[in-house]
């Protein structure tokens, strides 16, 4: 309808607007300031960062209630990863929030979202341009797994701080002799990434042979 229609436009041109603020933020920060802003990325840009990874998890309700006619597990996967790693990894540990990991995941997530976004917008609107769409349905091909990889090793490097801080660890007295070791919950969710981000390479190149596919781009182009 086009309520729903205007709805999710009015969603994709905030989410658009917030990615873009930072990744705007982030590369005039870099040419300022050189190697010295990538320390502080997440002390300039956090905030914001956190309001659309937030903001990101209606777009799970959007499929659940039909509105959009996007995949449900795979974009589970990707708003959950993300969700993860910035709020329970990045977040909790000020040590980790330093890391130039940090600034690389950031750039890769802020780079996929404008993209993705603006090509959703204009979408909403009936509007198609062959280069947008085929940079939104190719770019994130190699850029998703570089930012799995990003995650992975945010995680590791947050592993030393878990153990020493005892952070998420919980050791319940008798007589329940329960514990959760929280590293070794993180160790075990490297496998999920890794098993996920196979899951979602695939489905990400099956919607690029659904929406570049010449009947597909000649449909458009008309």
């Not at 930012?147 to 329940?176: D, M, Q």
Request: with cysteine.
């Amino acid at each position: 309808s086009f309520t729903m229609n205007t709805y999710l436009f009015v969603y994709d041109l905030m989410q658009f607007c917030g990615h873009s603020w930072i990744f705007t933020n982030m590369i005039i920060r870099f040419m300022s300031f050189g190697k010295d802003s990538l320390a502080d990325t997440f002390y300039s840009i956090g905030l914001v960062m956190r309001l659309c990874q937030l903001l990101s998890i209606l777009e799970i309700l959007h499929i659940l209630i039909g509105i959009d006619k996007s995949h449900l597990f795979p974009r589970f996967l990707q708003i959950t990863e993300r969700i993860i790693v910035l709020f329970v990894v990045i977040n909790s540990q000020e040590e980790v929030q330093g890391k130039y990991v940090v600034c690389v995941l950031f750039f890769l997530w802020n780079l996929l979202d404008v993209v993705r976004y603006t090509y959703s917008m204009l979408a909403r609107m009936g509007i198609y341009y062959l280069p947008l769409t085929w940079l939104n349905f190719s770019l994130c091909i190699p850029l998703y797994p570089l930012s799995v990889l990003a995650k992975a090793f945010a995680i590791c490097v947050s592993l030393p701080y878990f153990e020493s801080f005892g952070t998420y660890s919980i050791k319940l007295p008798f007589p329940f002799a329960f514990s959760i070791y929280f590293p070794c919950v993180l160790k075990m969710y490297l496998l999920v990434l890794i098993i996920g981000m196979c899951f979602i390479i695939q489905n990400l190149f099956s919607e690029r042979k659904a929406h570049l596919g010449t009947g597909n781009i000649k449909k458009k182009r008309s």
